[in-house]
């Protein structure tokens, strides 16, 4: 499957008997919403709740991060998706967590394809498309989760780049949060970003009716903020949901060698020992 399908091909793919819509909506602490709520009261035709706030390593300190195999695959078997399906994720956020939903379906090799819905749930209901509400009781799924090796990067890769510089880096939040000039929104975090991180704030990826940009409008955003596309890439933000936007991005241009930093600034700025760098990149 391409990364990004239109909302016009899933409207005519809708029944599909190997087709699996997930719903990946995120909301970040203390915006008021409840993203459970939000599926139950409308969603698209046939779709799942993939709840990605409690699909993460109980056992680890840092926030968010990718669930150990026998989670992952629980989880999706409970949502019946089969190795065999078609998958296509969506989300009705500002921090458009579809890309992180696409991320981990891939990292664990579930299914037979997973994309992203360009667009996501505000362009499906601004062309019309329908919507159901309820909660679903899917038939249990096959699909066994596997964590494929290379695609993550650890505190510990990182701490070793800043010495080898082998990988870029570049970091999704917003250019004041990026600076130190904001504050971070957990308390007890310090600001600024990763020494030697490049900046390009997440939002700068999509136009006004949520659809990503392509081509070299996209590529331009990624070379004007420094980045240089024949190097290997890492991408971070703050929990590592906005850096699967980033890595969705470049995968699209044809980029391959792209990684993501699970733990971000909520592991980095937590830690009192990694060093911290503000301003601009």
Same mark, same amino acid.
């Given at each position: 499957?391409?990364?990004?399908?239109?909302?016009?091909?899933?409207?005519?793919?809708?029944?599909?008997?190997?087709?699996?819509?997930?719903?990946?909506?995120?909301?970040?602490?203390?915006?008021?919403? +409840?993203?459970?709520?939000?599926?139950?009261?409308?969603?698209?035709?046939?779709?799942?709740f993939?709840?990605?706030?409690?699909?993460?390593?109980?056992?680890h300190?840092?926030?968010?991060?990718?669930?150990?195999?026998?989670?992952?695959?629980?989880?999706?078997?409970?949502?019946?998706?089969?190795?065999?399906?078609?998958i296509?994720v969506y989300?009705?956020?500002?921090?458009?967590?579809?890309?992180?939903?696409?991320?981990?379906?891939?990292?664990?090799?579930?299914?037979?394809?997973?994309?992203?819905?360009?667009?996501?749930?505000?362009?499906?209901?601004?062309?019309?498309?329908?919507?159901?509400?309820?909660?679903?009781?899917?038939r249990?799924?096959?699909?066994?989760?596997?964590?494929?090796?290379?695609?993550?990067?650890?505190?510990? +890769?990182?701490?070793?780049?800043?010495?080898?510089?082998?990988?870029?880096?570049?970091?999704?939040?917003?250019?004041?949060?990026?600076?130190?000039?904001?504050?971070?929104?957990?308390?007890?975090?310090?600001?600024?970003?990763?020494?030697?991180?490049?900046?390009?704030?997440?939002?700068?990826?999509?136009?006004?009716?949520?659809?990503?940009?392509?081509?070299?409008?996209?590529?331009?955003?990624?070379?004007?903020?420094?980045?240089?596309?024949?190097?290997?890439?890492?991408?971070?933000?703050?929990?590592?949901?906005?850096?699967?936007?980033?890595?969705?991005?470049?995968?699209?241009?044809?980029?391959?060698?792209?990684?993501?930093?699970?733990?971000?600034?909520?592991?980095?700025?937590?830690?009192?020992?990694?060093?911290?760098?503000?301003?601009?990149?």
């Amino acid at each position: 499957m391409d990364i990004l399908v239109s909302t016009d091909w899933l409207g005519g793919e809708l029944g599909a008997p190997d087709l699996r819509i997930v719903d990946a909506t995120f909301f970040l602490p203390g915006t008021g919403r +409840d993203a459970r709520a939000e599926f139950e009261a409308a969603h698209i035709p046939g779709a799942v709740f993939m709840d990605i706030d409690t699909l993460a390593d109980p056992d680890h300190p840092a926030p968010g991060m990718v669930p150990p195999d026998a989670m992952m695959t629980q989880r999706m078997q409970a949502l019946g998706l089969d190795a065999g399906s078609r998958i296509v994720v969506y989300d009705n956020s500002p921090v458009r967590s579809a890309a992180r939903g696409w991320w981990m379906l891939r990292l664990f090799g579930v299914g037979a394809g997973v994309a992203i819905l360009d667009g996501g749930l505000p362009k499906w209901l601004a062309e019309g498309h329908p919507t159901q509400a309820g909660w679903p009781t899917p038939r249990p799924g096959n699909a066994l989760a596997r964590q494929q090796p290379g695609a993550v990067r650890s505190k510990a +890769d990182i701490l070793a780049n800043l010495d080898s510089g082998a990988e870029q880096l570049i970091d999704a939040r917003g250019k004041g949060r990026f600076t130190g000039e904001e504050k971070e929104p957990r308390p007890g975090m310090a600001s600024g970003h990763i020494p030697g991180s490049l900046n390009l704030p997440y939002s700068a990826l999509f136009n006004p009716d949520n659809s990503m940009k392509s081509g070299e409008e996209l590529r331009r955003l990624f070379t004007d903020a420094g980045l240089d596309l024949d190097r290997p890439v890492v991408t971070t933000c703050g929990s590592g949901v906005t850096a699967a936007i980033l890595l969705a991005g470049l995968e699209t241009l044809g980029k391959t060698d792209v990684a993501l930093y699970d733990g971000s600034w909520s592991e980095w700025g937590f830690d009192p020992a990694t060093p911290k760098a503000t301003g601009a990149a």
